[in-house]
């Protein structure tokens, strides 16, 4: 067998090209060199299992180890490396009883030689418990993590990329425990040492990104999450294939936190091209969990039942080969849910009920997937009317979230308000009125668009007046006012970034965001620049034949850390509509809550270039009025360029004069 192609092979594979390195390795096979075939084998399955190749790279790779078992003198390091590509590769195959089986066994045989291979001790140890991860042995899987964290930062040459890595999985780790605040410290560590390490791995800072969004929004923290996912997948978009199974994963997890935030169409959305491609991954936990995400948004929208039933039954089929019992339960209660609103009583008892069970032995006691569950069982006991289960749901759901989630989460206000419900169906009003005050405290802090704001509101409100509590009602119906403004769904006004959102929520939430926008007229004589004077403001090259101005011509500049960027007609009728939409939900804080806050807009100036005729009737101290001339110029305060809904509904007068 030629030794040049086997090299030139290995050197293809590690520069990434795999579909040419995988053919010369079988074209090496076919030449038939018995004394080097193991190691060809072995270079073969290592080549497919990068190529995502899983099933056969196995086989490749058990051939390999078995020829490497029968050659005398055996050696004992090659064999090592041959189980150990084995074992990831069944990892990812979600064979993970015979890749555990695999790690201890390198691991003991490690242990048991005179001078230990400590940094092939810590690879393996890191993916066993990526594998312990994986089964739901958290516990376990943190030792070995802590443990490789202690090795690796205790070297002289420290790796930061692996020891990123290791932060990584531990934070992982924590988190499925329920330990989020440490998880997210971990997380945020991992990304440091990761620009450190090796900056130009943009898909893996992506992966840390997704795992930190994933910490927040567990947290009820879906702005925060949403930014860090939006980042995720604007890296992953540049660096992999629309089919790549890692952006198809953060665009369902961008997806549940639009589901959180109740934007369904933005959610379905992205599932629709999500799950497609996470229905083609080995792991039956993300497609069964994705499908059923995918359920639920189609149920949440209303869509056709026999469309919410054909992707619900492919998702209950998946669940029930997921090897995990935590993650199993995860999908079983996604699940219970779309039964739930699809009016499927008991379906969805036994299915909420199949999830709890498996929650309660191998979760901790007060795990907010556990809450979860039992939130979900008191609303399907709820909408059938059983009042009394449904009240003893929703009150352990209650108890554990406040030991495992923030006080001011989202999903408290959820549980507070189903057990609120209960109470007042029973006439327990002062006990009610505790948990539905709770709830609507929440839904006024957090100041995101939540539908059930006006039933805390309506239920709250019933069982005051039921106790002759007048004054606190009325007092309840101004600050739910407030809930109403602030919990305008921003997706359906028109123009909205993300990141305008953001500043717009900022300013809800702290009080006033400052407006910076000025007009500028730029005057003078014919031909001296004027035009040419607008246009390097905004980067444009200097044109030696520039036409005279006719008139007057307004321009709009937007101004940010990047420069000045001139906006056209669009932008500026987009940005007053903003403006005046704002101002609206702000108008009305400051008459209901005596606030003082003012406008969230982007820094902007107004540029005014007019004719030479009328700067020079100016210079002569002329009055000049421009609705008499001629011409027509692009005002951005014009009325006829705006909705008449937004003058109608928001009675705001924000128009400018030019004189």
């Known amino acids: 067998m030629d030794t040049t192609l086997i090299t030139l092979a290995r050197c293809l594979m590690d520069d990434g090209n795999l579909s040419q390195s995988e053919a010369i390795l079988r074209e090496s096979l076919a030449l038939g060199n018995d004394s080097s075939r193991t190691n060809t084998l072995y270079d073969l399955g290592k080549c497919l299992h990068r190529q ?14 078995s020829g490497r078992g029968s050659v005398s003198p055996i050696d004992e390091m090659e064999i090592i490396r041959t189980k150990y590509t084995l074992a990831t590769c069944l990892k990812d195959m979600s064979d993970l009883n015979e890749s555990e089986g695999l790690l201890r066994e390198i691991l003991k045989t490690l242990d048991s030689q005179s001078q230990r291979n400590e940094v092939l001790r810590a690879k393996t140890s890191y ?87 994933r910490c927040l929004r567990i947290q009820g923290r879906y702005r925060d999450s949403e930014l860090m996912f939006r980042k995720s997948l604007n890296i992953k978009r540049e660096y992999l294939s629309p089919s790549n199974v890692e952006l198809a994963r953060t ?179 002062k006990k009610a009125e505790v948990h539905l005050q709770k709830a609507v405290d929440i839904l006024n802090h957090s100041l995101t668009y939540h539908p059930r704001a006006a039933q805390a509101v309506e239920y709250l409100s019933q069982c005051l007046k039921a106790q002759g509590k007048h004054e606190e009602k009325d007092k309840v119906a101004r600050a739910y006012r407030r809930v109403q403004m602030g919990s305008v769904n921003l997706d359906s006004l028109p123009g909205f970034s993300f990141e305008e959102r953001e500043v717009y929520e900022s300013a809800m939430s702290d009080g006033d965001v400052d407006v910076e926008r000025m007009l500028i007229n730029v005057m003078g004589r014919d031909r001296v620049g004027k035009t040419c004077f607008v246009d390097s403001l905004a980067d444009k090259p200097f044109c030696q034949d520039q036409i005279s101005t006719d008139t007057v011509t307004v321009r709009t500049m937007i101004t940010s850390t990047d420069g000045w960027a001139e906006g056209d007609q669009s932008d500026t009728e987009h940005h007053l509509d903003k403006t005046l939409a704002r101002g609206a939900v702000m108008h009305q804080l400051d008459a209901t809550t005596e606030k003082d806050c003012t406008l969230p807009v982007e820094d902007s100036l107004c540029l005014y270039d007019p004719s030479p005729d009328i700067t020079q009737a100016a210079e002569r101290g002329q009055s000049v009025n421009l609705s008499e001339t001629n011409s027509t110029f692009d005002l951005p305060f014009r009325e006829d360029g705006l909705s008449e809904n937004f003058y109608r509904k928001l009675s705001m007068n924000n128009g400018d004069e030019i004189g």
């Open 251 to 429: 665009r369902s997890s961008l997806a549940l936190c639009h589901i959180h935030q109740y934007k369904i169409k933005e959610a379905l959305s992205l599932l629709q091209q999500s799950v497609p491609v996470m229905s083609q991954t080995t792991r039956v936990y993300n497609k069964s969990l994705h499908t059923a995400w995918l359920a639920l948004a189609l149920q949440l929208s209303e869509r056709k039942q026999e469309e919410v039933e054909a992707v619900l039954q492919r998702a209950m089929r998946w669940a029930q080969q997921i090897p995990c019992q935590q993650d199993k339960a995860r999908v079983l209660g996604e699940l219970g849910e779309v039964l739930s609103l699809q009016k499927k009583w008991n379906e969805a008892d036994a299915t909420l009920k199949q999830a709890l069970t498996m929650e309660q032995k191998q979760l901790s006691s007060n795990h907010y997937q556990t809450a979860r569950t039992l939130y979900l069982l008191g609303e399907n006991f709820l909408a059938q009317g059983h009042y009394v289960d449904a009240e003893k749901q929703f009150s352990q759901a209650v108890e554990m979230q406040k030991e495992s989630l923030p006080s001011m989460h989202p999903a408290a206000a959820r549980s507070r308000l189903g057990l609120g419900m209960c109470l007042c169906r029973q006439a327990k009003w």
């Open 127 to 213: 993916e066993l418990a990526q594998c312990l991860l994986l089964k739901g042995d958290q516990a376990e899987a943190a030792v070995f993590l802590r443990k490789n964290l202690a090795f690796l930062n205790g070297q002289s040459s420290r790796n930061y990329t692996r020891i990123a890595e290791n932060i990584d999985e531990l934070g992982r780790c924590l988190m499925k425990d329920n330990s989020l605040q440490e998880a997210e410290e971990l997380f945020k560590q991992a990304l440091d040492f990761k620009e450190r390490g090796n900056p130009n791995d943009r898909t893996g800072y992506a992966r840390t990104l997704d795992a930190l969004a």
């Open 52 to 65: 995502g190749k899983h099933k056969e790279a196995a086989t490749i790779l058990r051939q390999s180890l």
